[in-house]
């Protein structure tokens, strides 16, 4: 049986060749996605912003990839929002109203990034028929489940950088209020002006 190590990072890990959920395997964005782990996520890290993991397979050395998670919160709205709008006392708390109706804002679990090691992307793992991709998604999945046994959240949330991530964290179980695959065409993926849809998964799933 195959296990797999997940540990929080104690120096720079960056001697990785990472490559982002979404970003292609070669060329410009690629560079893009090493320069960002270069520049900011272990300083992201290091001050406190995020907790990042780097995820190993037992027996094998070269990591398969990092995760970040932190604290967050989403606004919700239409039938997302109904458990918090019906409840007496949620309502009280969490439910909020502006110029477009009643919006709730409930507690989640960020994952800030994830970062699958270059050598494994694409790649399916031998013995489990998994790409390697979604087994990092489900380490992610792991820990987050472990950190919510401690602090309130609802969800687990994250952005999806392009429709090919979209794709992958939709069949994980992920739903978005910007719409499903139906609507991909009509959905605005631009990371460069933090205009990203959120994707999110109630924390009860991956308990």
Sequence with gaps: MNTFRTQIVSSNPLDLFIQGFGSSPHGHDANLVDRYFRDHSWRLHQFGFVRSYRVNEDGVDEAIGLFALSCGSLLLRGSSAAPLLKDPVLRQEFVYMDGTGE?????????????????????????????????????????????????????????????????????????????????????????????????????????
């Design 103 to 207: 919006y709730a804002v409930a507690p989640t679990i960020h994952i800030n990034y994830l970062a699958l090691n270059r050598p494994f992307q694409g790649r399916i793992h031998p013995a489990t028929g998994e790409r390697y991709s979604t087994m990092l998604m489900l380490q992610a999945f792991v820990k987050a489940a472990e950190v919510s046994t401690g602090l309130g959240a609802m969800f687990l949330e994250l952005d999806a950088l392009d429709e090919r991530a979209f794709r992958t964290y939709y069949r994980l179980g992920f739903r978005s209020e910007a719409g499903g695959l139906e609507d991909l065409e009509h959905i605005v993926f631009d990371a460069e002006n933090d205009d990203l849809p959120k994707m999110m998964l109630p924390i009860s799933r991956v308990r």
